[in-house]
């Protein structure tokens, strides 16, 4: 169990008083200090008669290790030994693969298979231009994250909400990120299910050419649930990379089948790219088009994910002087959004190339590839996609229902002081596998509010990140300005955002069914 160093100084008067009777040592730094360099360090105060007995050379040995230790590791880093018994960050020994693994699995997902449906609206150039944006703004935010996760201090924040309340305060940074971040991890939980289970639905169908399922979709939800509890028994976040791995395999794969079967294949009659493309209560409102325009900005931010699950990753890291943990993280993020770009911009422009004006508004590319080439696209084709599309979603609940298993065993080790034994955790896990299936059964139509909901998470990605490296680092002047105008845009951005899906609501409506999933 990690455990805070403290700096230790030697009473310099004592010192020099028995240097009169003992030699000293030098340390190493001291030995290879240049005479116009820094003032050397002080030598250590022991007898040189004691240094040259048999006892002598271990026990220096002793001292130089534990110098080292202290300057490499000890003033740097500040650990929480509750830390130690927690999922997140049980194992420290995380490296940039890892790293990379787990960005591309929580940042590439189902959500993107909705991007070209935004250039419906924005159209060719604007489309671009509110990708490319939305892309640079959220990486730019990202690297700010990651920098603020070891503090000057020597503190390292492996969660979100911690952070937020060493930049907000303990009360404002709660009310600001709480529930947004349990609604990032929870609430994505309860769609992956959604997704998951009516994929498995149509895999199935694909592959028995039967266009009836022996299982309904609650009990293919069932099915899905089942199988992403027991991959959830894996401790840590650490022990989940290789499945994070495959997960990321799964997602870059898919979405590239889909852009290439969409353009490689004759596209379907009557393509248009009638700008916008705005439903027909829109064209007669003025208001009405501005929050269409709004939901399909909506659509390209909620297109990149996974900030709230950053620190997360990095805390899997071990950290010192020398290479601390920000080193491996960035780079393994620089690979990870590197493919993530290779996936998302050919997927947005090439398949609204294919398909212009005629893409589905529900189920996004993964319907239109069943819609408009299910008679010239192999069965094989259609259902390896179904089945990546299934992967994918198993792989990344499992990254973002850590930090609800977390979370849990954290107020048990708060109030027990003791590790979380391995039969309540496999119990926290189970439960809570139960409890977002419920959701999903219950609650239908929460799809229908993830732009009003995920509108108020929009700051987690867009704005906090700035305000809180102002309110931490305190940097120059032109540096923070820049850094409030770009986290105000992103508040006004989040509010614009979900008056659009509360204007959706009100205007067109959403069907309000309990327990009866579709």
């Known amino acids: 169990m990690s455990s805070e160093v403290t700096e230790v100084k030697v009473n310099s008067m004592s010192s020099a008083r028995r240097a009169a009777d003992y030699s000293e040592i030098e340390t190493p730094a001291a030995d290879t200090a240049s005479p116009a360099g820094p003032p050397k360090t002080p030598k250590s105060p022991f007898a040189s008669r004691f240094m040259s007995t048999p006892l002598a050379s271990p026990m220096k040995k002793v001292i130089v290790s534990m110098q080292g230790y202290l300057e490499e590791v000890g003033h740097f880093t500040k650990l929480d030994p509750q830390d130690a018994w927690l999922p997140i960050t049980e194992s420290r020994n ?41 892309f640079m703004w959220q990486l730019y935010t990202l690297w700010l994250l990651i920098q603020l996760h070891e503090s000057q201090s020597g503190m390292r924040y492996s969660r979100y909400l911690r952070l937020s309340m060493a930049a907000f305060g303990e009360k404002l940074g709660k009310l600001l990120s709480l529930f947004p971040i349990m609604y990032l991890s929870g609430g994505t939980c309860v769609t992956l299910i959604m997704i998951g289970g009516g994929t498995m639905k149509i895999f199935y169908q694909i592959v028995s050419g039967n266009n009836t399922s022996p299982l309904t979709i609650v009990e293919w939800y069932l099915v899905f649930t089942g199988t992403a509890i027991v991959l959830a028994q894996l401790p840590n976040l650490n022990s989940i990379a290789g499945v994070s791995l495959i997960g990321a395999i799964a997602a870059v794969t898919y979405c590239t089948l889909i852009w290439v079967v969409s353009i490689t294949r004759d596209r379907p009659a009557g393509v248009n790219y009638d700008y916008p493309a705005l439903p027909p209560e829109a064209k007669s409102e003025p208001a009405a088009s501005v929050f269409s325009i709004l939901n399909a900005i909506g659509i390209t931010v909620f297109a990149f994910r996974g900030h709230n699950l950053v620190l997360e990753i990095q805390g899997t890291m071990p950290s010192s002087t020398k290479c601390p943990s920000r080193l491996p993280m960035w780079k393994g993020v620089k690979f990870a959004y590197l493919i993530i770009a290779m996936c998302l911009f050919p997927l947005a422009i090439g398949c609204y190339w294919a398909y212009g004006n005629l893409i589905p508004s529900n189920g996004g590319m993964l319907n239109a590839l069943n819609s408009y080439h299910g008679h010239d696209t192999s069965k094989f084709m259609l259902g390896f996609t179904s089945l990546l599309v299934v992967i994918n979603c198993l792989t990344s609940f499992q990254i973002y229902a850590m930090p609800v298993f977390d979370n849990l065993e954290f107020r048990y080790t708060s109030c027990m002081n003791k590790p979380c034994p391995q039969w309540l955790r496999a119990g926290f896990r189970i439960l809570f596998g139960c409890f977002a299936c419920f959701i999903a059964v219950a609650l239908p139509f929460l799809p229908s509010l993830a732009g009003l909901i995920g509108g108020v998470a929009v700051p987690i990605t867009l704005a906090y990140p700035c305000f809180m490296w102002i309110l931490i680092t305190k940097p120059p002047k032109h540096i923070a300005i820049f850094n409030w105008v770009l986290g105000s845009l992103g508040i006004v951005l989040s509010i614009l955002i979900v008056a659009g899906a509360i204007w959706n609501i009100v205007t067109i409506g959403i069907e309000v069914h309990f327990f009866k999933p579709e």
């Open 94 to 134: 995380g490296n940039a693969y890892y790293s990379a693994f787990h960005t591309l699995s929580s940042g590439i997902g189902v959500q993107a298979l909705l991007l070209p449906l935004s250039f419906t609206v924005l159209g060719w150039v604007w489309g671009i231009i509110c990708l490319s944006v939305a």
